[in-house]
């Protein structure tokens, strides 16, 4: 795993999570299924170069060996190494996580965190403030209404510091809470689902998954309770009882070995629909890796069972080779499409839309980059419009020299990272808005065949820019932050560029028209840092929130932009669970409002930005 330095350092401070004693780590659900790789022939290739000439900046072998392989292996997943380990497979690092580290559990929370009334209790009554999934509506704008959000324009510069709950061991927080009345249900970079009092923050329940859980946790009414359903980024599905925590069911939706599964799923009559996407892209940084192979995927599965009910690609047809590298590994495609954005729901017309991302290898397919039309019944295609042709690219076009896997002529890597929303214009006309890598922001009509309305610039874009988590939308405006995040290269390391990213743009539903942009907050003298707004944009009546990697959360007035709230998260915080914790780069799904409160996860490592572990939920006292 060759470096930079400053990633390996942080390994000791990596994510941990409980474990039978004496287990080896594995995301299968047998330790069988990764025995046969050789840990220590993969640390002696990839790893020993760093760790067994330790210069002081990163943890010898002796050290590696006095943590346990749980802590190893969370901070390969998503941790301090995530960046050097992206080429391994998860086989491999498991193995290496079992060649080097104790065979012990990790301490699971401490016993004061919990609360005296362990009671978990859904409301189901009317009225209910409930942000459940990646929206608190199907339409996917991320508005929280007078009714859900409790919280009025008003009162936002009032908001203080109600509680911080740490996620042990974690450098980064990004899992997005889901919110029902007083109940709270978030996931953790170290793949632990909590249940938590929304007044005190105190634990209710925990489970740990296989691997780290971005995706928001959806629950779903079942027999005489409900279902808590999510997904790992290391591609598994599961099904929790929400009153204990057990386990009910887990499935992959997708065999293949890079699956992830970031965004959230939504339900539907009985099922609930699987927006599939992967690392593979990424594997192809390995000169010796075939690439590609892996195909997006929307999967439906029954909810009583995990049972699937009908699976449809975004490539058309498996990968077949096309020819060998000047390494001699395979060449295949076509590949990619993943889908990161969760499914947008069209009760009125019987679809599900979807946005889509790039191939990896060619030959280029038709559905990449896109916004994709299915049946609600039973996922056939309807219509698809794509909006950048050819483009092609893996993470070895971002090698310098390219790698061996990236293909000729490769394209931008302007995908689509976030969902499209549905949203009323008026005289019954509706529109669907997505935002790009691209920095474009497009309109499509979903009654012709996603027909582009229009289109406009909001950012500059790139690999890592333009609109890459999400926007929101109330009835007339929509809001779109722009990431536009620029890293300086190194031989040696890799830092943020202080002064570029940044900005936050309101369009008019209608007709696309700039009502105004907030210009993005420079840096100063913190370090990391950059100004990008990648991050999810939440709105409620009157006010638009938006993170930034700076640590700063802040509040616009939705009429003119102007800055209302602003809090910096980039600190140290107690915690009432007990946990050392602070924040860092706000990024990912973004903040939620439900019942009063606004809440957020702060610290976010990937591309160099400021680590952090803490959810943070704030009130008007």
């Known amino acids: 795993m060759k470096r930079n330095a400053r990633w390996l350092l942080a390994l000791v401070v990596a994510a941990f999570v409980p474990a039978p004693a004496g287990a080896p780590v594995s995301a299968e659900p047998r330790a069988s299924q990764v025995e046969s790789v050789d840990g220590a022939a993969i640390y002696n290739l990839r790893c020993a170069s760093c760790h067994d000439r330790s210069d002081g900046r990163t943890p010898s072998r002796d050290t590696l060996r006095g943590l346990t392989a749980q802590r190893i292996l969370r901070t390969l997943d998503f941790g301090s190494m995530m960046t050097i380990a992206y080429a391994l497979r998860r086989s491999e690092r498991e193995a290496v996580a079992n060649h080097l580290g104790r065979r012990e559990s990790e301490p699971g929370p401490r016993p004061e965190a919990f609360c005296a009334n362990r009671t978990v209790a859904i409301s189901a009554a009317a009225g209910t403030p409930v942000w459940n999934g990646w929206s608190p509506a199907p339409d996917n704008a991320r508005h929280a209404g007078a009714g859900v959000a409790r919280l009025t324009a008003a009162q936002v510069p009032s908001l203080r510091l109600a509680w911080a709950f740490g996620f042990e061991g974690d450098t980064s927080a990004f899992g997005q809470p889901t919110v029902i009345g007083d109940q709270i249900f978030v996931g953790s970079a170290g793949g632990v689902v909590h249940a938590l009092r929304a007044d005190t923050g105190c634990l209710q329940w925990t489970f740990q998954a296989a691997g780290p859980i971005r995706s928001a946790i959806v629950a779903t009414p079942f027999e005489r309770g409900h279902l808590l359903l999510f997904g790992d980024l290391t591609g598994w599905f599961y099904a929790l009882d929400a009153a204990t925590g057990s386990l009910r069911w887990r499935k992959r939706p997708e065999e293949h070995e890079a699956v992830r599964l970031s965004a959230p799923p939504v339900v539907h009559d009985g099922l609930v629909l699987i927006p599939v996407a992967s690392w593979e892209e990424s594997r192809a940084l390995n000169s010796d890796y075939a690439c590609c192979t892996f195909r997006g995927s929307l999967t439906a599965l029954r909810i009583a069972d995990g049972s699937e009910a009908w699976k449809t690609y975004m490539v058309p047809t498996p990968a077949q080779r096309t020819g060998t590298t000047s390494t001699g590994a395979a060449m295949l495609g076509p590949s990619g499409v993943g889908i990161w954005g969760s499914p947008t729901i069209d009760r009125t017309r019987g679809r599900i839309y979807v946005t889509t991302g790039n191939n990896y290898s060619t030959p280029a397919t038709p559905m990449s980059d896109a916004l994709v039309a299915l049946d609600l019944k039973g996922g056939a295609v309807l219509w698809s419009k794509q909006v950048l042709a050819q483009d092609v690219y893996n993470s070895s076009c971002g090698s310098t020299p390219k790698g061996t896997s990236c293909p000729e002529g490769s394209g931008p890597d302007f995908d689509f990272g976030s969902p499209a929303i549905l949203v009323a214009v008026g005289g019954g006309r ?87 942009r907030a210009t993005p907050v420079p840096c100063g003298d913190r370090s990391p840092c950059s100004p990008a707004q990648s991050a999810a944009v939440t709105s409620i009546p009157g006010v638009v929130f938006s993170g930034s990697l700076d640590g700063h959360l802040r509040a616009y007035d939705s009429s003119n932009g102007r800055v209302i709230w602003d809090v910096d998260t980039a600190r140290a915080f107690t915690t009432v669970n007990g946990v050392t914790a602070s924040g860092g780069a706000i990024d990912g799904p973004g903040v939620v409002v439900a019942n009063g409160l606004v809440l957020v996860n702060s610290g976010y490592t990937r591309y160099g930005g400021m680590p952090g572990n803490v959810l943070l939920v704030f009130g008007v006292r």
């Open 430 to 516: 509706e529109l669907l808005i997505a935002g790009q890598k691209s920095g474009m922001v497009y309109a499509f009509d979903p009654d012709r065949r996603g027909e582009i309305v229009w289109q406009v610039r909001v950012g500059q874009g790139g690999i890592n820019g333009g609109v890459m988590w999400g926007m929101a939308a109330d009835r007339q405006h929509v809001y779109a932050a722009t990431s536009d995040v620029v890293t300086i290269r190194t031989a040696t390391s890799r830092s943020l560029d202080p002064r570029s990213g940044g900005g936050l743009t309101a369009l008019r539903v209608a007709d696309g028209s700039v009502v105004w």
